[in-house]
């Protein structure tokens, strides 16, 4: 077996798109998705893209992937990346795909020198988050979400 983590390409677009489906299926929104194969090309690959993406092959098969995009700290003074996404087919867990992304994603954090790497996820996941604390990520309690989003952005931008 061989994993290869490598930066995701154009032509990656409607894998990207099929691994979004698979995990808002994992996450019980299977209608919540709501982008195109073309939106999803356009949005990551785009000319004025702020989003990136990496694939994780086994044998030169994509099993997984990550999204991500940097933000910025004003403590820190330093860019940060956000993980948007984490992704492995349901038939790869286990083979080490999941830790190697992040693995891949922290080394580019340290590179670029970002003070930080962070995501969110679901409080009911367990699986994932024992995982994510396995190796030494921390939760982040104290902070809560928030969001607008539909006809709430829209409504709220227009008064």
């Known amino acids: 077996m061989s994993i290869i983590i490598r930066e995701a390409v154009s032509n990656d677009a409607k894998t990207i798109y099929d691994f979004i489906v698979e995990l808002a299926l994992y996450e019980k929104e299977p209608n919540a998705v709501k982008t ?4 999803t090309r356009e949005k990551i690959f785009g000319e004025n893209s702020t989003v990136k993406a990496i694939i994780c092959e086994e044998n030169g098969k ?3 992937h990550a999204i991500f995009f940097y933000n910025y ?3 820190l003074g330093k860019n940060g990346i956000y993980l948007e996404d984490l992704y492995v087919s349901e038939k790869k867990r286990g083979l080490g795909a999941g830790k190697a992304m992040l693995k ?3 080394k580019k954090a340290l590179s670029e020198d970002c003070g930080r790497f962070e995501w969110s ?3 009911w996941n367990t699986p994932s988050r024992n995982f ?3 190796l030494g990520a921390k939760s982040l309690d104290e902070w809560v979400g928030y969001r607008l989003e539909g006809e709430d952005l829209i409504n709220f931008a227009k008064s």
């Open 104 to 106: 891949y994603l922290a």
């Open 73 to 75: 700290s004003t403590w």
């Open 62 to 64: 994509p099993i997984g």
């Open 132 to 134: 994510y604390e396995s």
């Open 121 to 123: 996820c679901l409080d």
């Open 36 to 39: 195109t194969v073309e939106e």
